[in-house]
């Protein structure tokens, strides 16, 4: 087998258009935008480059045929009780020898640079892009969501790998009852005259990127293992969600016109962009906004819940949940309702999940593989 660097314009090519060779035949999938997989890959866009390192290789049989792919990282920031490195945007022919050939290198690569451990498919940036394993739910994957065939499954785990961690994708459809919980919670906090909701107005989008910030950074920041925000980074992905953002499905909650509580939506771009076959130049650009303006997008996803702590538990996740659905089940036209994932080791989140009497309709997983076969495997840890 023969292992080549991904360098040449030919081989990123190569390294691109496997994955549409390989599922030729799946009506669920859906080509990532070429861009966006590039941009994990660049030194410029990737701030991860500064505390790591990353390469990507394709592998070739005997006829000069590619039968798999793999990008293979280290990131310093990345704390585990071992040093652990990973790999992401594993692609492979039906076939244990090839996978394991594969995952043997990775190895290799992963151990000359110190690491005792490997976590995989995972990538080299944040968790909300290009993250886990498919192994249940096999519909059309959300946007920058990893999606790949069943027998992937077998492929990780006859090699020795273990499920770290499980990530769950919970959805609802958009005109299915509420629970009457949440409609007694309504209810009640209608009679506070302090508290009142307001959807996202792109007019006011740097107001409501603050009034994200504030909410998070309480809510999230100091939990598990959550990140403090800036207003700067946060107008900044506003304003990179721009383009797309709809007014009806995002809200907020208020107190005398200070933020508690935000719950974030978006349209699934998938549904827009599964007719470019990854390129996304000019012209897909244009067609982009003509399909965005025809075609009715169907499918709404959850990005971020929040509420500040002092006021969790009181009945603002179901005011909130509320007003927000009987304005957009009126003014849109989703139909179905999809949470990005949530890892098995945040109940918090989990069941916020399950109060909204939603099902789980996809599961990821993130596996590991300990080099060392004699020491104890342990699972990611509840928050």
Known sequence: MK??????????????NFPKLLFVNDKNYIRPLDEDIESVFDLKKNKFFKAGECERFIFKNEENRIIGKIAVFINKRYKQNQPTGGFGFFDCIN??????????????WLQERGMEAMDGPINFGERDK???????????PLYAMNYNPPYYKSLFENYGFQIFFNQLCFGRKIHDPVADNFLEMHQRISRNENITAKPLQLKSLEKFAQDFTEVYNKAWASHGEGKQLSETQTIKMFK????IINEHISWFVYENEKPIAMWMNIPDLNQWIKFFNGKFGLVQKVLFLIIKKLRKNKKMVGLVFGIVPEWQRKGIDGFMIWEGTKH??????????????????????????ESLE????????TYRYLFDRTKEFKRQVSL
């Open 3 to 16: 292992v080549i660097p991904v360098v040449t314009k030919e081989s990123i090519s190569e390294f691109l």
């Open 240 to 243: 990179t969600l721009k383009p």
């Open 95 to 108: 076939n244990q020898d090839t996978a394991d050939f594969i995952f043997d290198f990775a190895k290799t």
């Open 358 to 365: 939603t099902k789980v309709t996809r599961k990821l997983a």
């Open 328 to 353: 957009f089940r009126e003014a849109t036209d989703f139909e179905d309702y999809e949470m990005q994932w949530v890892g098995d080791f945040n109940p918090k989140m989990i069941k916020i999940a």
């Open 130 to 140: 290009f993250w886990g394993l498919l192994i249940e739910g096999f519909s059309e």
